[in-house]
């Protein structure tokens, strides 16, 4: 096969699922040839990201993320891409290692995020994402390197988002629509929020699922396949 890209995923294998779904629906195809050549790593084994970057007693990811990007090397993609955000807190380094590109989930919904309001100065840009990717701080910087200002919830709030994306998405398989609508509410209400990016893979799952109708609401995984159209067309 030629003139493929690899997406590593596995982060989880549903977000991977939905990340393929979207990616396949977006293209536009008619026929069966019409359609991407990619490999798809489902990595699940691959340690938990948030564990780790909280407590670096926990399994670490890097060495299973080293060995796939080794591999996608070996193979020839033309570029790469990860479907889950918390795992670019590895990008820099990973980037090192890669002979192709990597796409930079957060930077690209970063930078779609402001674009829904192009006239307008000193953004409050929300984000919704594990506690993992919040502590390392991945979208905040993209956000003040763009000039705007990062919003994330409170501990309460951000408590919620994780029962969200573990105990209900990860663990049961579920969405709830109430929850998961609730904290985007919250984000663009209470904290007066221009815009929320959707800054974990589960998230996207309920975004698919349980869509919120509003144009402030970034999912950044749809953005990820929107570039990955134009990059392998």
């Not at 096969?1 to 396949?24: H, R, V, W």
């Not at 919904?109 to 192009?118: D, E, K, N, S």
């Not at 869509?211 to 990059?231: C, F, G, H, N, W």
């Amino acid at each position: 096969m030629k003139d493929f890209f690899a997406i590593l995923g596995g982060m989880g294998t549903k977000a991977t699922e939905s990340f393929i779904k979207t990616l396949n629906t977006l293209t536009p195809a008619k026929k069966d040839q019409d359609y991407l050549n990619y490999i798809v790593f489902n990595h699940a084994e691959i340690p938990d990201r948030t564990n780790y970057i909280l407590d670096h007693s926990q399994a670490d990811p890097w060495p299973y993320l080293k060995e796939d990007i080794l591999q996608i090397n070996q193979l020839g993609a033309k570029f790469v891409l990860i479907t889950c955000n918390t795992a670019h807190y590895f990008l820099p380094e990973l980037k090192k290692l890669a002979t192709m590109p990597i796409l930079d989930m957060p930077k690209l919904a970063t930078t779609q995020a402001i674009t829904t309001r192009p006239n307008q100065k000193n953004l409050r840009i929300g984000i919704l994402a594990t506690s993992g990717t919040i502590q390392t701080g991945i979208y905040q910087k993209c956000i003040h390197e763009l000039g705007q200002t990062a919003v994330i919830p409170d501990q309460d709030w951000q408590n919620k988002i994780m029962t969200l994306i573990y105990a209900e998405i990860k663990q049961e398989d579920k969405v709830n629509p109430a929850h998961y609508h609730e904290l985007i509410t919250y984000m663009l209400k209470d904290l007066n929020c221009d815009a929320v990016i959707l800054g974990c893979t589960e998230l996207s799952v309920a975004q698919e699922r349980a869509p919120y109708q509003s144009a402030k609401v970034i999912d950044a995984q749809r953005v990820l396949a929107e570039k990955t159209i134009l990059m392998a067309k």
